[in-house]
Each structure stands twice: as structure tokens, then as C-alpha cells.
């Protein structure tokens, strides 16, 4: 197993990716710092993991308010020295048929899995500039390269930040900062939890259950992005079931 000395925050890392993410990149050497607003599953994961001997501190933060992001990245250098990586990977899913007019949810999904990104590049970049080394790594979806019925704002917010990262990148060609935008397919996890839309959310479970990949796989491909040499960047990942069409 290789080992991973770096410092990483990770937003969303309550449940699903993002805890499998914290708990594999852990176990790897990384030091992680947990940020997510349910602070009591925080704190048990942070318990878990110093048990099996890994390093792993926890923030409140809700990713559409600035000053938490800011908190959070300022935690990890205040904690362990510096930032390394930002996972970017707090999410919802307010998804439905836009004739529902479900404005508050597409609101919401724009300050959660956009501006809660935004916010996050604005907090890390400064210390990536400083520290003259960074990462930054989001958890975007398939959804927005397959577009589908039910999942269009969900898939807008998803395609706005792949755009941003790619403009970011480009932007960024003097060797200081890497960006990887992971693309997941089904996974199984709490995701469906924040559709109000019964039937889409059954439906979104039950293809869930029946053939979403664990967590633990998507966290593989964020590791593999992250423990490449400094001058290799791994842009764009997609991962899914194999037989999601
Ligand atoms: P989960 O619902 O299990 O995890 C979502 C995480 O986001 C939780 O830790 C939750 O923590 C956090 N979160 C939600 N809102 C906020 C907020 N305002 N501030 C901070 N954290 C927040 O789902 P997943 O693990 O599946 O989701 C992770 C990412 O993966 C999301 O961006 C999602 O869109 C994406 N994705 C998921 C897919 C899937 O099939 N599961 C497919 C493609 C992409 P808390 O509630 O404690 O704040």
C-alpha cells in the first residue's frame, strides 16, 4: 500500500464518497479534516479513524456559507501545517421533473453543489498560491453527461462546475495547481435522502440498490488522482457500474 503524507479537507465527508474517501485516504497515511454539518457522524468517523491509527480532525462546516470553507482549510493548516487537497465533494440531489417547479430545491442545488465549489476554490487557492503546491478535486456525476429526464438543474450545477474547474485549470498552467473533476455513475449511498420528489426518489433508490457501486470505489479513483507525482495531473475521471447505460 502506498503511503500518502498529505494534508487533505474534505467537504461532505459525513456519509457516502466522502466518508469513504476520508477513511481510505486515512488509512494511506493522509491527514484528513472532515468538514460536513452533521458534526456528531464527523466525530465518530474522525474517532474511528485515529483508532486504526490515522490522523483525522473534524469542522462544522456548511459549504454555502464562505467563512465555514474558509474555516475548514484554515484548520488544516493551523492542525497539520498546510493543504494539499481540497475535495470538493458535498452534494444534492433535488432532482424531479422541471413542470414541478421545485425552485427552493433548484436554488438550493445551485448554492450546495456551485457555489459551495466556488467557495471552496476561494478559500484553497490563496494557500495553494502560497504553499506554491495544491489540489483541488470535486465530485461532479454523470448526470451531466447524460443528460436525462428529472436531473437537468442537478446535471446544470454538475456541468458549471466542471466548466469552472477546466477554465481554473487552464488558468493555471505554471505547475502550482492540479484539478480533477471525478464523474461517479450509482453509488450507494445517502444521496437520495435530499430528493423531496417520492416516486423520483424511490425510483433513484431502487436503481441504487440494484446495481450502485460502493463509495469505497470512487474513493480508489480520488486517491489514485491525488497520489500521482506533483507534475501529473489526472483531469477528468468517470466511474461507474458497468452496467449503468
Ligand atoms: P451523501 O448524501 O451520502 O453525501 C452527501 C454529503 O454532502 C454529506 O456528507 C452531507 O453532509 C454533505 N452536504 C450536503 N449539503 C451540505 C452543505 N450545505 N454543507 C456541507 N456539506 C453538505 O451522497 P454522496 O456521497 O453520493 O454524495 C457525494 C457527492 O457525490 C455529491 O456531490 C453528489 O452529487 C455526488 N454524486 C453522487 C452520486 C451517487 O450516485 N451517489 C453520483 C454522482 C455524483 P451533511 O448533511 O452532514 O452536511
Known sequence: ????????????????????????????????????????????????????????????????????????????????GQLDVLVSNAGIAKTGPMSD???????????????????????????????????LVTTISTAGLKIVPTQAVYAGTKNAVRTLLEGLRQESTDGVLRTT????????????????DARVREQTRRTMDEFGIAPAAVARAIAFAIEQPDDVEIGDITIRPTVQN
Open 181 to 196: 473533476s471525478v464523474s461517479p455513475g450509482f453509488v450507494r449511498t445517502e444521496l437520495t435522502d435530499s430528493i423531496e
Open 101 to 135: 417547479l421545485d425552485v427552493d430545491g433548484w436554488s438550493a442545488m445551485i448554492d450546495v453543489n456551485l457555489r459551495g465549489v466556488l467557495y471552496g476554490v476561494a478559500a484553497a487557492l490563496p494557500i495553494f498560491r502560497r504553499q506554491g503546491r495544491g489540489h
Open 1 to 80: 500500500m502506498s503511503t500518502l503524507n498529505k494534508v487533505v479537507a474534505i467537504t461532505g465527508a459525513s456519509s457516502g464518497i466522502g466518508e469513504a474517501t476520508a477513511r481510505l485516504l486515512a488509512e494511506r497515511g493522509a491527514a484528513v479534516v472532515l468538514g460536513a454539518r452533521r458534526t456528531e457522524r464527523l466525530d465518530l468517523l474522525a474517532a474511528s479513524i485515529r483508532e486504526a491509527g490515522g490522523r483525522a480532525i473534524t469542522c462544522a462546516t456548511d459549504v454555502t456559507r464562505r467563512a465555514d470553507l474558509e474555516r475548514l482549510v484554515g484548520t488544516a493548516v493551523d492542525e497539520f
